[in-house]
């Protein structure tokens, strides 16, 4: 696939399994660094500037040929849009009830955990100012990390890993890495000012980005675009911050 690259780019890069890899662990391992930190200072402009890097990579990399290759063309089944968005959105409260179930209201449950890096947020909402802090992290975070990581890990490192290992194994390989990065989300965790490691809930916080990531994949699939993967991504953002606003932050 080395068409797929920019002729200038040709000669040091190519798409294939290597790439693929190594695109994985730059972005995993400098987001997970930078999450890790943002948990601390409460101030995640810096994680935001990661996702604008995976979205613009395709268009530094690839040819408009190679961009087509990785997704990056309108939906060729629309009637497949609206049940990402909706599969998306129930998957994550999905994951808010079982959660709740095994450990209740307190930071061993992913999106309470989450809701403490809400840090601009007040500690009282009224209705009107919930909603708009709701409707401000829906929108960020209905854009930046399910475009950009949509991108990378269904896009470009997929179709990378898939010279080697077929789209079935690049479908595990990269949501294995894409669970894994949210382990700095929740997991690791840091709290009253020090860092404590929850097993039993990192367990099942990468179990459920795992399958999260299998069923984002699968609307890129049934889509026939990444558009499909990214409308669930975003959907599941949806909810999320639903949940946060409506459920956990009253």
Avoid: C
Wanted: glycine share 8%; aromatic share 12%.
């Amino acid at each position: 696939m080395t068409t797929s690259i920019r002729p200038p780019l040709r000669r040091i890069v190519a798409l294939n399994a290597r790439t693929g890899v190594l695109l994985l662990l730059v972005f995993g391992v400098v987001r997970i660094g930078l999450v890790l930190q943002a948990n601390v200072t409460g101030t995640y402009q810096a994680v935001s500037i990661v996702f604008l890097a995976m979205i613009a990579l395709p268009w530094v990399l690839l040819t408009r040929e190679g961009r087509r290759d990785i997704g990056l063309v309108r939906p060729s089944r629309w009637r497949w849009v609206i049940p990402a968005a909706a599969a998306g959105a129930a998957s994550a409260i999905l994951v808010h009830l079982v959660a709740t179930m095994l450990w209740g209201s307190t930071t061993s449950s992913p999106f309470v955990y989450i809701s403490l890096s809400y840090a601009n947020v007040p500690a009282a909402l009224e209705d009107g100012d919930r909603l708009v802090f709701f409707i401000i992290f829906a929108i960020i975070g209905m854009l930046f990390s399910p475009i950009g990581e949509e991108v990378l890990y269904r896009g470009l490192a997929h179709e990378a890993l898939a010279t080697r290992w077929g789209t079935r194994g690049a479908a595990l390989i990269d949501a294995g890495a894409f669970a894994f990065t949210h382990l700095a989300h929740f997991g690791l965790v840091f709290i009253a000012g020090a860092w404590a490691f929850l097993p039993l809930p990192a367990v099942f916080w990468v179990a459920a980005m795992f399958l999260a990531s299998l069923m984002f994949y699968g609307f890129r699939k049934l889509t026939g675009s990444l558009g499909g993967a990214i409308v669930a991504h975003a959907g599941f953002n949806l909810a999320m911050n639903w949940v946060i606003f409506y459920v956990v932050l009253v």
